[in-house]
């Protein structure tokens, strides 16, 4: 299994410019978490989906973030206009629809710079 | 008030020493908890999980549940440099469905040898 697949690995941008982050999660997880990192706020959970449908998105900072999934292997978080205050790490989990104890399994992560 | 607070550390250990990493939650009614590695640069990803209230073992790392005082510890045995990282305390969220973890702000942990 290659795990949860994210793209780019990189991002470097300038302020005001559009940018997608892409996940591709384990097959046959039903759960896709999209996260984000910095040092002063830690991990924060900016959406989640379960069974492609958006459950919690209060995390999303603000109208300029969106996240879709339009099938079950597929997933983006697009930020438009992007600001020099998004930059971070932005990770993509998926979890198992086993039960409620099931472990998340982290993407590689996104390095987002926005000049 | 955060719903899961670490010391943000750094902890700083001896080469073969314990380890000890403390993480306190505001949920009562919450019921998995999880410890999470995260090496500099890299995802995070599980060591350890615990349900019930007590020890769970798994080689070097112990973690501990106490839900009357709503908190969960991680000990590491022998400590080694390449423990160096930082620990994240998640903690399940009951109110959502799906798996949805609330995570700490972690400990970052330095082994010296």
């Known amino acids: 299994d290659a795990g949860v697949i994210q793209s780019p690995r990189h991002e470097v941008t300038e302020m005001g410019q559009e940018v997608t982050l892409r996940c591709k999660p384990i097959?046959?997880?039903?759960?896709l978490f999209w996260y984000r990192q910095t040092m002063m706020r830690g991990l924060e959970l900016l959406i989640y989906?379960?069974?492609?449908?958006?459950?919690?998105d209060s995390g999303m900072p603000e109208d300029r973030f969106s996240a879709k999934m339009p099938n079950a292997s597929f997933s983006t978080l697009k930020i438009q206009p992007s600001e020099p205050r998004d930059s971070a790490v932005y990770f993509c989990?998926?979890?198992?629809?086993?039960?409620?104890?099931?472990?998340?399994?982290f993407g590689s992560g996104t390095q987002l710079s926005v000049l | 008030q955060k719903e899961v607070e670490q010391n943000s550390g750094p902890l700083s250990v001896p080469e073969g020493a314990i380890a000890s990493l403390n993480c306190t939650y505001s949920?009562?009614?919450?019921?998995?908890f999880f410890w999470y590695r995260q090496y500099s640069g890299k995802s995070p990803e599980l060591i350890m999980s615990?349900?019930?209230?007590g020890d769970k073992e798994d080689g070097r790392f112990t973690a501990q549940l106490n839900k009357a005082s709503q908190y969960v510890s991680l000990l590491i045995r022998d400590s080694q440099p390449s423990d160096s990282a930082t620990y994240l305390c998640?903690?399940?969220?009951?109110?959502?469905?799906?798996?949805?973890?609330?995570f700490g702000g972690g400990t970052r942990v330095l082994v010296k040898p």
């Open positions: 989990a998926s979890s198992p629809p086993q039960g409620r104890n099931e472990k998340l399994f």
């Open positions: 097959s046959g997880h039903n759960s």
């Open positions: 989906f379960n069974n492609n449908v958006p459950i919690d």
């Open positions: 949920d009562r009614g919450s019921q998995s």
């Open positions: 615990i349900y019930s209230n």
């Open positions: 998640a903690v399940n969220d009951l109110k959502a469905a799906g798996n949805k973890l609330t």
